[in-house]
């Protein structure tokens, strides 16, 4: 089309120059008149054509841009739908691994109940005052009081003590999958025992006592066996009136379930949800 209006506009500016001399200048002046409308006209077409080629340039850009766009979108739905896979199956494996500790917490309240049951028949005899037995979150507890075991200020097993002894160690060597926690602890008025330093070594020589009898006396296993005082700092009453010191000197057994036991059933936990 260009070289079409360019041939065009040659031959008339060629025919008026050869046919100057034999026209009229009225002639001439339309030939010329003619030539910069052509030329006005081969312009405009070559602004059209760069304008054209600009749109088919950005017409190529927003196809290959909308194709990128759409496989950007495959890729994300794609992805997203592995990950929601992935979540599916994190939440199935954590709801069976929940109802596992639920079965579990449950078979070992079951047990801990039956286990506080049998020891409170076995010390049905004993005055309810000297002794209690309580299950508090899956363990249980047993308080004996100091007169029953000791003399005062002392950490020597009383006769009587052999009697209460052998009924705990009896129970406790039914569950054998249960450890044994002892823990010594005394009021605030300091021992005068010349041979014991202070509280905190007579809470403690109390409880290795009850240890070393369970394990020598009535053959509870020792490796279950942990021994320990608290002196007097884990009061259960005021320190201020006789009752309470009473109630403050006191041996607590404690019967809860193995701590390796507690860790293999940590380890059956789903990777992706484990503590």
Excluded at 51 to 68: I, M, T
């Amino acid at each position: 089309m260009k070289k079409s209006i360019f041939f065009k506009s040659f031959a008339i500016l060629a025919l008026a120059l050869g046919l100057s001399s034999c026209v009229s200048q009225q002639k001439f002046d339309e030939l010329q008149k003619t030539h910069t409308q052509t030329h006005m006209d081969l312009t405009v077409c070559n602004q059209d054509l760069a304008v054209a080629k600009s749109q088919l340039s950005s017409v190529s850009e927003l196809k290959k841009s909308n194709q990128d766009l759409q496989d950007a979108l495959n890729q994300c739905i794609s992805s997203g739908n592995k990950n929601i896979g992935k979540l599916v199956d994190e939440i199935n494996a954590s709801n069976s691994y929940i109802k596992h500790l639920i079965a579990e917490k449950s078979k070992n309240d079951s047990l801990n109940q039956a286990l506080s049951n049998k020891l409170k028949r076995s010390l049905d005899d004993i005055s309810d005052e000297d002794v209690t037995i309580q299950v508090k979150k899956g363990v249980v507890f047993i308080s004996l009081s100091d007169k029953m075991l000791y003399s005062s200020g002392s950490y020597q097993l009383n006769s009587q003590s052999n009697v209460i002894l052998a009924k705990i160690a009896k129970i406790i060597n039914d569950y054998k999958d249960y450890d044994v926690q002892i823990s010594g602890h005394t009021d605030d008025v300091e021992v005068k025992n010349p041979n014991i330093g202070s509280n905190w070594e007579l809470s403690a020589l109390r409880a290795i006592a009850i240890a070393k009898a369970l394990q020598n006396e009535h053959g509870v296993d020792p490796a279950r066996i942990f021994a320990g005082g608290h002196s007097q700092y884990q009061p259960k009453a005021s320190n201020g009136n006789t009752e309470g010191r009473a109630l403050n000197r006191r041996t607590e057994i404690l019967i809860l379930p193995k701590l390796d036991e507690f860790m293999k059933l940590m380890d059956i936990a789903p990777t992706s949800v484990k503590p």
